[in-house]
């Protein structure tokens, strides 16, 4: 890969990246977890980032990876994947974020919370079969209910990239819009933890009890986290009935349904499920088609039916990543000036689409794949028996599954039956090793990767 020879390439995209996360992100998170962080170059399609210390880098990396990657996609027009190198990072977050104050997005004047996408509004969401009712709980939310049933608290979950914080900031618009007054709280449920945490460190827990006691409106997005603190659900919890008691609307996101937010107090599933819960399903072809439409429209282009066609056929139902492969495509043909065929397109994806291969393999598609290649069940690779025919396929098949996916070792040691990701290492570390080596396992592995990837 190339190394890029503009000196100021890796200031301005780096500068871009965080000018876009402030339109997510609250000022005080960016100070912290990115004002701390030390662009050291970029190579390609990577950038290199300085961060302190390898548990800076997963925590990074797990909650704030993909907002991570969107934004530099944004800021570069085109995909960018950040690599984390521990031990050149600053220890201390500079005073302001290292950007220059973005001014907080307006509807007609009025200010939005900072937090707020601009973008994210009603008008420009694309209502599907798969979102049409948590689309309209959420406008029944703000505008008058039409539903006719209680819908307080909302609960809206579903996967990655299917539209819950749009639909979520397309209330706080709406609220905003037709109520100046309206005091309207919306917070990542990573910002609420840490204010909590913060008002515990500075004695003001009142102020903040307070601040969050006195909305109309009260938004967090992505309460799954809430589960990792059981002061801070005794907190929320009392929070919650406070503002439910008094008919003030509450609004969740999650990406799973409350009884299966692992860790969560029984109590708090139980009001978060006393409302109206509901799933957005994964995008069909139709409104994934819709939605490129829709977005090629904003940004004045126009491309044949059949290249939209073939990218909603074949990026998934993350929005996020369908967003991402047209932004590629339209820098593409605006710096070029060429118009895209099924044949560029493809090629201009190609990274996308590698991606989009990777997801689709599954732990358990791999898990039947080396089952049936040695004659084995699934459950014989799960299971806890150890005899020595069983071991080396079952090495083999964690082995592919941290190869050929993104699951994390602990993730892959618990679908082997609950076994620790020690284990998982362990095999890994040994298929590795015979790679190359030993030829009856160079054949298997060969073999194994080729058919997974044909899936
Ligand atoms: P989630 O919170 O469910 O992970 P987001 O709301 O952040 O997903 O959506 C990811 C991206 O896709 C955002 O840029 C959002 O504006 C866009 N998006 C998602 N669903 C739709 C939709 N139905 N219509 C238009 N844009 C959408
Ligand atoms: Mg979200």
Known sequence: MSRTHDQAALPRLWQGALRELSGVLSAETLRQWFGVIVPLGLDGDEIRLGVSDEFFANW?????????????????????????????????????????????????????????????????????????????AAMGMVRKSSIGVNTNPLFIYGGNGLGKTHLLQAVVHEAVR?????????????????????????????????????????????VQFLAKTKQLQEEFFNTFNSLHNTDKKILLTSDKRPSEIDGLEARLVGRFDSGLTVEIIPLGMETRLAILRKKQEEHLMKFDDEVLYFIADNISSDVRRLEGALTRLITYCSLSGAAATVATTREILSSYLEQEMTARITMEAIQKRVADHFDLRVADLTGSRRPKNIAV????????????????????????????????????????????VAEHVDRSLGLLERQLQQR
């Open 60 to 136: 990074l990396e797990t909650h704030y990876g993909d907002l991570l990657c969107d934004a530099l996609a944004r800021a570069a027009g085109r995909p960018v994947q950040p690599r984390y190198e521990p031990g050149h990072g600053v220890d201390e977050p500079p005073e302001m974020p290292a950007m220059a104050a973005v001014p907080p997005p307006t509807v007609s004047g009025k200010t939005l919370p900072a937090n707020c996408r601009s973008r994210c509004t009603f008008e420009n969401f694309v209502v599907g079969p798969e979102n049409r009712f948590a689309h309209a």
């Open 178 to 222: 037709l109520r100046a007054d309206a005091v309207v709280e919306y917070v990542t449920c990573e910002e609420f933890v840490s204010l909590y945490v913060d008002a515990l460190k500075k004695q003001r827990h009142a102020a903040f009890r307070q601040r969050f006691r006195r909305a109309d409106y009260l938004l967090i997005d992505d």
């Open 393 to 436: 396929p079952r090495m083999i098949a964690m082995y592919l599954c941290r190869r050929l996916t993104s699951h994390s070792t602990t993730e892959i040691g618990s679908a082997f039956g609950g076994r620790n990701h020690a284990t998982v290492i362990h095999a890994c570390n040994r298929i590795g090793a015979e790679r190359g």
